[in-house]
C-alpha cells in the first residue's frame, strides 16, 4: 500500500475528495461558481420532506419540547418599561432534548444520513454543544463517534465550560481527540474522517440545517396554540448561523412570513478566536462575535464545500449583548422563572428584554432555546473561572464591560441594553468577502441574484453597494 | 503513579503540527506553540509515562503516542462563590 503523505499541505490538497468521500454527496451538482450555487435545490435535496424531519427526530428524543411563558420576566420588565410597553416573553426550552440543546435537531437528521448511507461510525468538529448532540445520536443510532474538540491553551488548561463538553462526549460513548488552540483542528478533522472513512456530520450540511426547520415550526403552532396569534419576533443565538437558518426556515414553512428575526451574540470584541492567550480569557465558548461575525458575512469559510447555514438571507436584526449582561440574566431566570439553564444559550434571551421593552405589552417575543447547564457549564463556573485567570468580575454598567479584561454584571435589570448593529454594514463586508472570493469583474447575473438573495436585498442594491465600495477602494 | 498497567484508562499526547508546521497565517502567540492531540485510552501494555504507549480508544480505535497521565479525572465544578451573583433577582433587587 502506498504510504499517503500526512502533511498539512498534502493533506489540505485532498480536501475535496475525502469531503466528497464523507458525505456521500456532490456539491459540484449545485454550484455555478465560486460564489453562486443554487441553494434551494441542495436543502430539498437532502430528500427529508418535513414529516420526515419530525418522524426521525422523535425516533432519537429530539424536538417536541415545550413552550413556556416567562410571566414573572415579562412583569419585570412592564415595571421598567413606559406605559403599555413590555411584550410577553416566551421560551423554548431546548435543553429538553436528549444530550441538552437544540444541536440534537442537527445531529438526529446527520446520524440517521450515516446510518442510511452505511457508514459506521460519525465524526464532528466541535467545541460546542453540537458535539454532545453528535455523541448522543450516533449511540442511539448504533454508530461510532468521533468528537475532534478545541480543548486547552499551551498551559494545558481549558475553560470549564469546554471541559465539561469533553465529559459529556464521552459519557455518550464518544472518542473525543481534545486539542489544543488553533484552526488546524481542520486538519486533524480531514486526517480522522480520511483515517476511518466514518460520515462528515459537519455542522453545515443541508441534513443538519433542514434539522432545525422543525425547531421553527413547533415554534409557531405552540405560540398559536397559546396566545392565538404568531410571534412578532424570534430571538435566536447566532454563532454559525444554523440555529437562525433553521428557524427562520422553519418560520417561513410555518406561515409566519412577518416574524422578526433577531440575531443575538456575545460580544467578544478585542479577542482573537485563534490566539493561544485569547483562548481562556473569553468566558464563553460559543454564541459569540467571533463565530456570529464571519459567518455572517461569509459563510463559506466551513469544512462543507457549500455551507447550508446563510444568516444574511433570514436575519432582519443583529443585537450585541455584553458577558455580563448574559450571566445577569442567567441568573435572573433562575431566581424569577424557577429555570436553571446553561449561560450561551442566554444569550438570546437577553436580547428578548431589550426588546421587549421597546415593544408593546400585547405583543409577543419568543426565544427560541435554552441549554443544559451542570458543573462548568454554568455561569458561577463560568465566573470563577475568569477571577482565577486576573479578570476583574464585578457589578456595574454594562457598557464597561471589556472582553479579557473586566465581565461587568448589571447593576439593574433597566441598565440591559444590547447593541443593534448596521445591517448594512454587515451586508457590505459579506460583497467584499464575495469579491475576494472571486473577482467583482466576472460576476454573472447568476451571482449578483445570489448574492441579493443571501443578503436579503435586491440586485439593484447589491450593484449600487458594489460600487460605493469599489469607489472608496479608488479613493484610498 | 507514574506506571500503567495494561489495560488502565489513561490519557496519551500525540504531536500534530511542530511550531514550524503549523497554518500560515495564525497568530504569533499560537505559532510558537506545538499542535497537541490528547486523547483517553485502555492501555495495550504497561508503560511509563513519558514512555510510548498504544491504546484502545472506547470505540475500538488504536492510537500511539506518549503516555501522559494515568488521572483521567473530570474535576471542573460551579467554581468558588461568586457574591455578585447571589442578590440578583432578589428582593433587595427587586
Not at chain 1, 413552550?67 to 406605559?83: D, Q, W, Y
Not at chain 1, 461510532?144 to 465539561?164: A, H, L, M, Y
Not at chain 1, 473586566?406 to 448594512?424: F, Y
Amino acid at each position: 500500500m502506498n504510504q499517503k503523505d500526512m502533511s498539512y499541505q498534502a493533506l489540505m490538497a485532498r480536501k475535496n475528495e475525502i469531503m466528497k468521500a464523507s458525505m456521500g454527496m456532490d456539491y459540484d451538482d449545485f454550484v455555478f461558481s465560486p460564489i453562486a450555487f443554487d441553494y434551494e435545490r441542495m436543502m430539498a435535496g437532502t430528500g427529508y420532506s418535513h414529516e420526515d424531519i419530525k418522524r426521525i427526530q422523535a425516533e432519537t428524543k429530539a424536538g417536541n419540547t415545550p413552550l413556556f411563558e416567562l410571566k414573572n420576566l415579562t412583569e419585570a420588565v412592564r415595571r421598567i418599561s413606559e406605559p403599555g410597553k413590555g411584550a410577553r416573553i416566551f421560551v423554548k426550552d431546548e435543553a429538553a432534548n436528549a444530550s441538552g440543546s437544540f444541536k440534537a435537531r442537527r445531529a438526529s437528521i446527520s446520524a440517521y444520513e450515516a446510518k442510511k448511507k452505511g457508514y459506521k461510525g460519525m465524526i464532528a468538529a466541535t467545541s460546542g454543544n453540537y458535539g454532545a448532540a453528535v455523541a448522543s445520536h450516533a449511540a442511539q443510532r448504533g454508530l461510532k463517534c468521533i468528537i475532534v474538540q478545541e480543548v486547552f491553551d499551551s498551559r494545558g488548561i481549558g475553560q470549564p465550560e469546554i471541559v465539561e463538553k469533553s465529559r459529556a462526549c464521552e459519557a455518550y460513548g464518544a472518542e473525543v481527540l481534545r486539542l489544543s488552540v488553533g484552526p488546524e483542528l481542520f486538519y486533524v478533522l480531514l486526517r480522522t474522517l480520511e483515517e476511518t472513512g466514518y460520515f462528515n456530520a459537519s455542522l453545515y450540511t443541508p441534513f443538519g440545517i433542514r434539522g432545525v426547520e422543525s425547531l421553527g415550526m413547533e415554534l409557531a403552532e405552540q405560540t398559536r396554540a397559546l396566545t392565538g396569534k404568531a410571534p412578532d419576533a424570534v430571538c435566536i443565538t447566532h454563532a454559525g448561523g444554523g440555529n437562525i437558518t433553521g428557524t427562520a426556515r422553519g418560520l417561513l414553512a410555518a406561515s409566519c412570513p412577518d416574524t422578526r428575526i433577531v440575531a443575538c451574540s456575545v460580544d467578544l470584541g478585542g479577542l482573537h478566536m485563534a490566539s493561544d492567550r485569547d483562548f481562556n480569557r473569553k468566558s464563553f465558548t460559543t454564541g459569540h462575535t467571533g463565530f456570529g461575525v464571519p459567518f455572517a458575512t461569509w459563510p463559506d469559510r466551513v469544512d462543507v464545500p457549500r455551507n447550508a447555514a446563510r444568516p444574511l438571507r433570514y436575519m432582519d436584526e443583529y443585537q450585541l449583548v455584553s458577558q455580563g449582561e448574559v450571566f445577569y440574566v442567567t441568573e435572573l431566570l433562575s431566581k424569577l422563572e424557577g429555570l436553571e439553564r446553561g449561560p450561551a444559550g442566554n444569550t438570546s434571551l437577553t436580547a428578548a428584554v431589550t426588546l421587549a421593552r421597546q415593544m408593546e405589552q400585547e405583543q409577543i417575543v419568543v426565544v427560541q432555546e435554552t441549554e443544559y447547564t451542570g458543573a462548568g457549564k454554568h455561569h458561577n463556573s463560568q465566573l470563577a473561572f475568569a477571577r482565577e485567570n486576573g479578570i476583574e468580575v464585578r457589578r456595574g454598567k454594562p457598557e464597561d464591560n471589556v472582553p479579557g479584561k473586566a465581565i461587568v454584571i448589571p447593576e439593574r435589570l433597566s441598565q440591559l441594553a444590547g447593541k443593534v448593529q448596521d445591517m448594512d454594514k454587515l451586508r457590505f463586508s459579506y460583497i467584499r468577502n464575495a469579491a475576494k472570493a472571486h473577482p467583482a469583474s466576472e460576476w454573472t447575473d447568476r451571482d449578483f441574484s445570489f448574492i441579493a438573495d443571501d443578503i436579503k436585498k435586491d440586485t439593484a442594491w447589491v450593484k449600487a453597494a458594489l460600487a460605493n465600495i469599489t469607489e472608496d477602494k479608488n479613493d484610498k | 503513579m507514574t506506571k500503567a498497567k495494561k489495560g488502565d484508562w489513561v490519557e496519551i499526547e500525540q504531536l500534530i503540527l511542530a511550531p514550524e508546521e503549523r497554518a500560515p497565517g495564525i497568530p504569533v502567540d499560537t505559532r510558537a506553540t506545538p499542535l497537541l492531540l490528547r486523547v483517553h485510552g485502555f492501555i495495550l501494555h504497561d508503560a511509563a509515562i513519558g514512555e510510548f504507549a498504544q491504546v484502545k480508544t472506547i470505540i475500538g480505535r488504536e492510537l500511539g503516542g506518549t503516555l501522559r497521565s494515568l488521572d483521567t479525572a473530570y474535576k471542573h465544578s460551579f467554581g468558588n462563590t461568586i457574591p455578585e451573583l447571589l442578590s440578583i433577582g432578589t428582593e433587595a433587587e427587586a
